[in-house]
């Protein structure tokens, strides 16, 4: 169990008799996108010094890989088809998985969204619903942040971002997505396809300070960060974040 003094998340399975059947939500760490893995974090591979500096690339980026890796993920369930060459676009998935009390996957009629900004030159008109099969619990006073996977690898779904106070509601599971037009493909089982950050909920007040001297304090992050030739930001300010 878990030590309630900390924070806790905890994902539970909404049809525990195929708990087996669906992949479990993960640490956000253990799907880096593959395009970021590939990513040489210096121009060229090389790590020569050119006028004091190093020509590094966004893989050296502590900020930009922060996001990738933080919180935890919800994979795609099941394969699902998509062809959206067609009209009127086709979702797909095994009949086996047709006749479940909560439907794997569903939309929203166009009337619900009629006012989202969709890209009607790129995307359907049409929300996709699915079903992650794991609804989310938290400590008391945190709430989770549900978004797009950061800096995914290109895929034809983007899911829409909400915030639900997971520590008095869980939620129902379903998560809808904007479609890209012209993709046929299958979406496999295992796909990052939400992106889970739990936050601690506070009061926060907010101030405009007209007496901030730039030259002063953020001269002196500059020195300090640029008093290494890389990772001064990871050295001198970062501070670990732990998802386990």
């Known amino acids: 169990m878990f030590n309630k003094k900390k924070f806790f998340i905890e994902f539970n399975n909404t049809l525990p008799k195929l708990v087996d059947v669906f992949p479990s939500p993960e640490p956000s760490t253990k799907h880096i996108p593959e395009w970021y893995k590939k990513q040489p974090a210096y121009f060229n591979n090389d790590k020569g010094v050119y006028n004091g500096t190093q020509r590094l690339t966004v893989k050296k980026c502590t900020a930009f890989f922060d996001v990738i890796s933080s919180g935890y993920m919800f994979l795609c369930p099941i394969d699902i088809a ?7 676009p086709i979702f797909d998935i095994h009949p086996q998985f047709k006749n479940l009390k909560t439907p794997m996957i569903s939309a929203h009629t166009a009337e619900q969204v009629s006012h989202y900004p969709i890209n009607k030159d790129k995307e359907l008109d049409t929300i996709l619903r699915i079903n992650m099969v794991w609804v989310v619990s938290t400590s008391p006073g945190t ?27 869980y939620s129902d599971g379903l998560f809808s997505f904007v479609v890209e037009k012209g993709f046929k493909g299958v979406i496999k089982k295992g796909t990052p396809l939400i992106q889970i950050i739990p936050f601690e909920r506070k009061t926060w007040e907010h101030s405009v300070n007209t007496d901030f001297d730039p030259n002063d304090i953020l001269r002196h992050q500059r020195y300090k960060v640029r008093s290494v030739f890389n990772g001064g930001y990871k050295k001198y300010f970062w501070k670990k974040k732990e998802y386990k």
Do not use: R, Y
């Open 82 to 88: 998509i062809d959206t060459t067609v009209e009127p």
């Open 143 to 169: 709430s989770c942040f549900f978004i797009d996977p950061q800096h995914k690898d290109k895929s034809p779904l983007k899911a829409i971002s909400a915030i639900i106070d997971t520590d008095e509601f």
